[in-house]
């Protein structure tokens, strides 16, 4: 298991698009992926449960991967964050 704290910089926060760009990312991981803010937990998986977490700019979450591909999976998700989901 690999946990990884990131700061969300996107002034709009995880709203619509980002929150499926981000689900899109971690679809592409075999392992399970969860995103942990404000005492919350969603799937990293599941669009609703990122999008019912109301992630806002400047806040810090948690990402917890565990399995077979979960340091490129915390890798990959956390340069997503932290580009403000800009990357392809």
């Given at each position: 298991m690999i946990q990884s704290e990131?700061?969300?910089?996107?002034?709009?926060?995880?709203?619509?698009?980002?929150?499926?760009?981000?689900?899109?990312?971690?679809?592409?991981?075999?392992?399970?992926?969860?995103v942990r803010h404000d005492g919350k937990e969603a799937d990293?998986?599941?669009?609703?449960?990122?999008?019912?977490?109301g992630i806002k700019n400047e806040c810090t979450i948690s990402l917890i991967a565990e399995g077979a591909d979960e340091t490129e999976a915390i890798?990959?998700?956390?340069?997503?964050?932290?580009s403000n989901f800009t990357e392809g």
């Open positions: 990131v700061v969300i910089s996107d002034p709009t926060g995880i709203h619509a698009r980002p929150a499926a760009m981000f689900v899109q990312a971690a679809k592409g991981f075999k392992s399970r992926i969860t990293a998986k599941s669009i609703m449960s990122i999008m019912a977490m890798q990959k998700l956390k340069s997503l964050i932290e």
